[in-house]
């Protein structure tokens, strides 16, 4: 129960999230309930959704937590050694200065570093037990899944700019 009511509220959250980028839609709900009200709406569902994700996991976590895996210490102190240049980059996004100019788009290498670092430390410990068959098409999958949230994070920043 606890995950469904979570799943709900991601489904919520970032579905009011990404009326912003959709301008027709968001003209017309403007339109129909003026500046005001749609700031407040956006607000109220973006905070009910929010609610509903910290209360699922809440609720998840304590009818029982299932491990998926057991990352091997190493990658976890890689991955959080990886996640300090990757808050700078996203920080460097909004700070004009040498790494704002050098990487030119310092947001999404931050965005894509984190992402990578996450991987590194989830993939692994995913595809212990499995053949060399089975390792391949799971590292494959999950290749393609980041591959695909990558891709999407590149074209909200694109849309956005």
């Not at 606890?2 to 970032?14: A, D, R, S």
């Not at 290498?109 to 430390?121: E, F, P, V």
């Not at 590292?139 to 393609?144: F, K, T, W």
Request: with cysteine; glycine share 10%.
């Amino acid at each position: 129960m606890g995950l469904l009511v979570l799943i709900l509220g991601l489904i919520l959250f970032f579905g009011v999230h990404t009326l912003t980028i959709q301008r027709k839609l968001r003209a017309q709900v403007i339109a129909a309930t003026g500046e005001g009200g749609y700031k407040i709406g956006y607000m109220l569902a973006s905070f009910i959704g929010l609610a509903l994700i910290i209360w699922g996991f809440a609720k998840y976590r304590a009818t029982g937590w299932i491990d998926v895996w057991y990352p091997p210490v190493a990658l976890r102190h890689i991955t959080v050694a990886l996640m300090l240049p990757a808050i700078i980059m996203v920080v460097a996004s909004y700070i004009r200065g040498r790494i704002y100019t050098t990487l030119k788009h310092p947001m999404l290498a931050g965005i894509k570093l984190w992402a990578a670092a996450h991987l590194l430390a989830n993939a692994v410990a995913l595809l212990r037990g499995k053949n060399d068959a089975g390792m391949m098409s799971t590292l494959r999958e999950i290749c393609a899944v980041q591959g695909e949230i990558i891709t999407g994070v590149e074209g909200i920043q694109r849309t956005a700019l």
